[in-house]
């Protein structure tokens, strides 16, 4: 009975951001005596609760006056800690394992016991993981990799300008892997050092060495993305989809945008704020003359999202890279520009403007004119008018996608 608690528990924890899609019958959160989902519904008056697995399956749950209820901490693995509830405490959107014979047809369990982890316990350990990537976490794209060593070195884009990082990796190393069909953080698979590629993004937790070059990781999550700007054409937010031309190379794209996606607008006066980006070292922004080069264009409009921008880089402890990692001379430590995207105010595909200039990142899709957003950044034009090489004398302006080669990484996102 422990092994099997054990086992379900650990299910509940470890699919809590499961999103592979498998038809109703093949999956894997439904067994013959459990079914584990989040809570859509609850009708008192039938004692009936409809759940929803992370493969999209329905199960309705029914429950009577034997059936047990224990609420559980994200974390725990066994019961021994467990406290006792009712029917009446649990809500939805909180994520349970109903356990009982399940039917044949794993649509329905009449539920012996329910265990329960709350919305709100689950909400605050997930923000509890991000506080601590953003703390102790390091990001940036694969530049090089040493076989021999195990070493992984990576473009890290911070407000002194792009420097490498060199993060070696050991068998107690924990690495993961974006799957091609995801665009979740936790549905990231057991990885290894050979599956590792030049351009790909990495997100590193750990801990800075002496070396501020050198970061030690205890947990490195990697993936293989695409990133497009492209100007609007059509918002449907009925369907999730955006219709853009492509930047480059000016071919219409479709963008498709699920739940799981976060979408941010780039506040039009933010380049004025931060006096543009320094593009080939010396000082930081208030540095040497000519170290930043000002920010051009305007954004498209003003975000309804949620949140406040902030630009200020947030307090470190000695050492501590923050989610930005080496600051740089003239730079300011623990703080990049990636950082800066993910405080952006959040918005909705409703928000998104027939004529805004977008940013996305995708995992690298079968079709590729079609990208599922993991992220999307509107009111771009100004960002990437600051992440764009300045031009030499005599050169024309650069095409407005040459800002997305700069090492920025949209893909990877916070557990």
Known sequence: MRALVFTAISLITLSIATSVVLAQGNDPSIAAKHAIGEVKSIDAATKQVTIKTDAGSVVTVSVNDKTTYKKLAPGEQTL?????????????????????????DQKTVPAMQVIVMTKGDLAKKQEAERLEWRRR?????????????????????????????VIPVSDKTEMKRYAPDSIKFGDAKPSSFGELKVGDQLRALGERTEDPLRFNP?????????????VVTAVDPTTGEIKINELEKKTPLTIIVKQDAVLRRFPSDMGAMMGGFNRGGGGGPGGAPGAGAPAQGQGQGQGQGQGQAQTGARPQGPGGPGAGGPGGPGGR???????????????????????????????????????????????????????????????????PAAGLGSGITFGIGLP
């Open 80 to 104: 021994t800690n467990a406290t006792d509830i009712t029917f009446a405490d649990v809500a939805e959107g909180d994520r349970i394992m109903a356990r009982g014979t399940v039917s044949a």
């Open 218 to 230: 205890q947990k490195v999550v990697t993936g293989s993305f695409r990133s497009v700007g492209g």
């Open 333 to 399: 430590p623990g703080f990049n520009i990636n950082d800066m995207l993910e405080r952006l105010p959040v918005i909705t595909v409703a928000d998104v403007k027939v004529g805004d200039t977008i940013i996305v990142s995708s995992t690298q899709g079968v079709d590729p004119h079609r990208l599922t957003a993991i992220s999307l950044v509107a009111g771009a034009d100004t960002l990437l008018a600051m992440l764009a090489p300045r031009p030499q004398p005599g050169q024309g302006t650069p095409n």
């Open 137 to 165: 976490g390091i990001l940036g794209v694969i530049t090089a990799l040493k076989p021999d060593t195990k070493e992984i070195t990576i473009s890290n884009r911070t407000m002194a300008g792009t420097q490498s990082v």
